[in-house]
């Protein structure tokens, strides 16, 4: 309290999450969390089932230490919808969803749902797939964009290798979503693919409206 918390260590602050560790010092726990898990990112990726592996770490604790990176999460998502309301370019889209996306370690598929301004309405997860793959199929995507009569989509999807280069199942998919897009009125604006801190647009590459 004396300090401030932007004092406070990693360690410090998720050892103020955990609380008792049943017995065990939180910041003991803490630290072998992190160790373990790399840094703090890596300890937010991890399952909560993973944490109860350490002891003193109980069911209660594990789902602390969850909420808190998701309420992080959630805070920065506010914060960069409330700066960037707008898809003006790929690189507003790649600013806006990098830090979300970029070290997830299973693959994401989102989709930015846009009046006719591009001004963003919602975001939406469409499919949450294995280590390098997501099934997903359009009636996920525009069921969502037509509950939220949106004008245009955004897909964005993540490479959990850290390449962003797209596959020829990437260029393929994006085809068969600006179809199905056209055939509804919803015109697929882009698909941005991310891994890591860079990103490649489809649309830059060609893919869509060539």
Known sequence: ??????????????????????????????????????????????????????????????????????????????????????ARSPADVAALMTPEMGELDREHFKAILLNTKNGILRIVTVAVGSLNAALVHPRELFKAAVAASAAGVILVHNHPTGNPEPSAEDAELTTRFARCGELLGIELVDHIVIGGARWVSMRERGVIGS
């Open 1 to 86: 309290m004396l300090r401030g918390l932007d004092a406070a260590s990693d360690s410090d602050l998720l050892a103020l999450v955990i609380g008792g560790a049943r017995g065990r010092g939180g910041e003991t726990v803490a630290r072998e969390l992190i160790d373990h898990f790399g840094d703090l990112p890596g300890v937010g990726n991890a399952a909560a089932e993973e944490y109860m592996f350490f002891d003193g770490v109980g069911r209660a604790a594990s789902l602390r230490i969850k909420a808190a990176f998701e309420l992080g999460r959630r805070s920065v998502t506010v914060v960069r919808e409330r700066v960037i309301r707008t």
